[in-house]
């Protein structure tokens, strides 16, 4: 994980949050909502290096390779 990545996007979400959050004000709970769990989501995957993780068909395979193996037998 990159730290300075990492910071420079927390900065980024906030400043987001402080300039459109007055404006967010008029609008109902459900918005505000979704408003925050998408900046949130998007500060959770700046922790992970994204370009160099394995896709997710390489997380099934190693998952299910034990399971493969006692089949097997």
Not at 41 to 54: E, K, Y
Request: proline share 5%; with cysteine; aromatic share 16%.
């Amino acid at each position: 994980m990159r730290w300075g990545t990492f910071l420079c996007t927390t900065v980024i979400v906030a400043l987001i949050i402080l300039y459109e959050w007055p404006k967010m004000k008029q609008n109902p709970k459900k918005d505000k909502m979704a408003f925050l769990s998408l900046l949130l989501m998007g500060l959770v995957l700046s922790m992970f290096n994204i370009q160099q993780m394995s896709g997710p068909t390489a997380w099934i395979v190693t998952f299910f390779k034990p399971f493969g193996e006692f089949m097997e037998k």
